[in-house]
């Protein structure tokens, strides 16, 4: 615990010095001890709840072994995580725990929010407008007369939604399943899994996608459907739609998320829209393995086991940049 909470802490504290953010941040940690003062908190609601909280500030959620309570989020925030899926990549990470939270509903007020490297075991649901999934997993996603949001390189399960207004964009996302009816502004540079429903997507743009499974059906209605592939001729061959090989297309692998890595001498590594890589890792914001923030990552930590007062105590740590 006392390496993970001095990662963590000197994580914050090469964000902050950089210039990311001029407002407050709060760490948050339900295996620690409260202390408010130190803008410490054990739970997201607590945290949030809290009148020193206000619109702008960051809340850093640190990975746990326990699950944070569900909350309803009435403030414009930042809600960032580590991630997730950090046991099944390299490097990613320092800590293989996630922050985990039931669920999350945003109201209203809380417009111009951001959940960011969060794992969401049960739904978000979203009832603001401009609120952006980034980098997040979540089970459900729900979008009630919202209008705005955006969905990029995450992993959601299932995405439904309600009298949903215009501007909402999926991208660079593994998602299993869409329900939603959405009229979405892009629907690009996604793994779409799941066969179990027709997929009906309507989208301005449709590009760049992935089919995964043989027998999926699809219902497309978009004026820009191109580039995407499908292993059974799903979207067709026009337009740069194109029928793919599986076994010229994925590295594979065990990590839930890199094995949609195109291989480098794959035939389709430049088949997506004007010679860019389709899926998840092409486009202008390619997916990011497991989900890990927009922040200096420290990923391996080296303390001896003593020191002195006339020598020190010299430690060596790894950092590396996340874009």
């Not at 952006?132 to 979008?143: E, V």
């Not at 890199?258 to 480098?264: D, L, N, P, T, V």
């Amino acid at each position: 615990m006392k390496k993970t909470t001095f990662l963590f802490t000197l994580a914050i504290s090469l964000w902050i010095s950089i210039g990311i953010t001029s407002a407050t941040v709060f760490r948050v940690n339900n295996g620690l001890t409260e202390n408010i003062s130190g803008r410490l908190f054990t739970e997201i609601k607590s945290a949030h709840d809290h009148v020193s909280v206000r619109n702008g500030d960051t809340l850093m959620v640190e990975g746990s072994g326990k699950e944070y309570e569900f909350f309803t989020c009435t403030k414009r925030l930042i809600i960032m995580g580590p991630g997730y899926f950090l046991g099944e990549n390299n490097g990613v990470n320092s800590v293989v725990a996630s922050a985990k939270v039931s669920s999350i509903t945003f109201e209203v007020e809380s417009k111009g929010s951001y959940l960011i490297g969060m794992e969401v075991t049960f739904r978000v649901s979203v009832f603001a407008n401009n609120v952006y999934i980034i980098r997040s997993k979540a089970n459900q996603l729900y979008f009630n007369r919202a209008a705005g949001c955006k969905v990029a390189m995450s992993h959601i399960t299932s995405i439904g939604g309600f009298a949903v207004g215009g501007d909402i964009s999926v991208t660079n996302s593994i998602i299993d399943n869409d329900a939603s009816g959405i009229a979405y502004v892009n629907y690009d540079n996604n793994i779409l899994i799941g066969k179990t429903y027709t997929w009906q997507v309507s989208a301005g743009t449709f590009r760049n996608n992935i089919l995964i499974d043989r027998d999926a059906k699809v219902d497309i209605k978009s004026p820009n459907m191109q580039n995407n592939l499908a292993q059974n001729g799903q979207f067709g061959t026009d337009n740069g739609n194109r029928i793919y090989e599986t076994a010229d297309l994925f590295v594979g692998g065990t990590s839930s998320d890199g094995r949609y890595r195109i291989k480098a001498n794959s035939p389709y590594i430049a088949a997506g829209y004007n010679g860019t890589q389709p899926g998840i890792f092409g486009g202008s914001e390619p997916y990011v393995l497991s989900g890990t923030p927009p922040i200096p990552i420290l990923y391996d930590l080296n303390v001896p086991g003593s020191g002195s007062a006339a020598s020190g105590l010299t430690i060596s740590v790894k950092i590396r940049g996340a874009n």
